[in-house]
């Protein structure tokens, strides 16, 4: 079980509901690129399969999905464990100058404390739904 996040190119609009009917997002590029610029900021991240990333810290994981589709179109991000993993898609975020949806609000990703909130609600999520243990393997 994970907190996912959808990263695309989506419009400067305010709210996801605001995304006009019919948007098609453009592509993000070469997968080998968005993997290099994912590097600059998680150096340790692991794309030996790139279709498939994972970045582990000490305590919490990012799978990134990231797909075989050339140019990409868009990726996900699977994340787990510490509050600190919203710091690090924050910063792949911001380097890759791409938005993102937030699956747990379903609106989009915003960095500071609605994203730490939005964080903190999945894990309380998490916790009922696998019976009240705090953790989950990364």
Known sequence: MSWDILVQDLPE???????????????LGARSELIS???????QADF???????????DWSIEVNIGKEEPCMG??????????AVSAVTAIL????LRA???QTSEFFTEGI?????FHDWQA???RVIGGHNSEPL
């Open 48 to 58: 030996s399969d790139p279709s498939w990333g994972l970045i582990v810290g000490p």
């Open 114 to 118: 609605e994203s730490k909130s939005s």
């Open 94 to 97: 911001e380097q890759l100058q």
């Open 75 to 84: 990726f996900a991000l699977h994340v787990r464990g510490a509050d600190v």
């Open 13 to 27: 609009v305010t709210t996801v509901a605001d995304i006009p009917d019919g948007f098609q997002p453009s592509p």
């Open 125 to 127: 999520y998490r916790n």
């Open 101 to 103: 949806i937030d699956c």
């Open 37 to 43: 610029k994912i590097l600059t900021v998680c150096p």
